[in-house]
């Protein structure tokens, strides 16, 4: 009876781990996008690069809200001109948009909360960062990226 009891408990406690694991999708592509699903949630994690122009960052990918652009997402896009960030994401991750040299405007929302080092890294045209002043964390005056009290330059 004990040995039935403990395998019932232990059938039990695998169950509950199996319920409360994160759900992951596989990398899965929408448009320019290669993205993967975690926990309800997008992180794009590489484009194609013949994106070119200004591009708004789709606010969902697969169904999932995109809250993050993770390291390496738009590395070598050159012909970017203007990168719209939606309001779902609060996560730029390491060269996120390294050498991406005909990038000229960048606009940050409210809602990004972690600007991962050299996020913007050899972006030679880059003149113009634009944050949402309601953002908590970052700040922007004159198209300079700063921490929101100015301490710390960011781009």
């Not at 794009?44 to 995109?66: A, F, K, N």
Request: hydrophobic share 35%; with cysteine.
């Amino acid at each position: 009876m004990k040995k039935v009891l403990s395998l019932v408990l232990v059938m039990c406690i695998l169950s509950g781990m199996i319920i409360t694991l994160p759900i992951n999708v596989s990398a899965a592509t929408s448009g320019y996008y290669t993205y993967t699903g975690s926990n309800g949630e997008a992180t794009i994690t590489d484009c194609d690069r013949s994106i070119s122009g200004d591009v708004i960052i789709p606010s969902t990918l697969g169904g999932y809200p995109v809250t993050s652009i993770g390291d390496d997402a738009f590395y070598f896009c050159d012909s970017l001109e203007k990168i719209t960030i939606p309001a779902s994401v609060t996560y730029i991750g390491e060269y996120a948009f390294f050498y991406c040299e005909s990038l000229t405007n960048i606009i940050i929302p409210a809602s990004v909360t972690s600007i991962r080092n050299n996020a913007f890294a050899s972006c030679t045209s880059l003149t113009s960062i634009k944050v949402d002043e309601n953002n908590q964390y970052y700040t922007s005056d004159d198209g300079i990226l700063f921490n929101k009290d100015k301490t710390k330059l960011i781009q």
